[in-house]
């Protein structure tokens, strides 16, 4: 059994950081591409970042690039979005993902493409 446990959100005004985590058990954690989506309020889930299971190859949103920063430490099976600049447009629930069996040195925006989610973790951003 595959378990993401997400951690880390909460209130934070505009121009603020968070550091997210998500934790994951259950399989070999390097096995996994691993992503970050978000959905707020009255929206679809979106994507905002992905890394591959090397940890080599990085991808981002559009609305997010410059300011987020996806990573992964391996020994400790944990991917963390680092958030800075936060706007009050980032306030969402955000959702870590793995994908099995990716290619070694890619990841997907696709969330169709994830097998495993998280419970969610809210972030406010208070203008």
């Known amino acids: 059994q595959v378990q993401l446990v997400e951690s880390g959100g909460g209130l ?5 950081s968070l550091r997210l985590s998500c934790a994951v058990s259950g399989r070999t954690f390097s096995s996994y591409a691993m992503g970050w989506f978000r959905q707020a309020p009255g929206k679809e ?9 090397s ?11 410059g300011r987020f920063t996806i990573s992964r430490d ?3 099976n944990t991917v963390y979005l680092q958030m800075n600049s936060l706007k009050p447009e ?4 955000y959702y870590c993902a793995a994908d099995r069996d990716r ?7 696709r ?10 973790t809210q972030v406010t951003v208070s203008s």
């Open 12 to 16: 934070v005004q505009a121009g603020g």
């Open 74 to 76: 391996n020994a400790k």
């Open 103 to 109: 290619e070694y040195h890619t990841a997907s925006y």
């Open 55 to 65: 940890g080599g190859s990085t991808y981002y949103a559009d609305s997010v690039k």
């Open 45 to 53: 889930r979106e994507f905002v970042a992905a890394i591959s299971r």
């Open 90 to 93: 980032d306030t969402a629930v």
């Open 111 to 120: 969330a169709g493409e994830y097998d495993y989610w998280g419970q969610g």
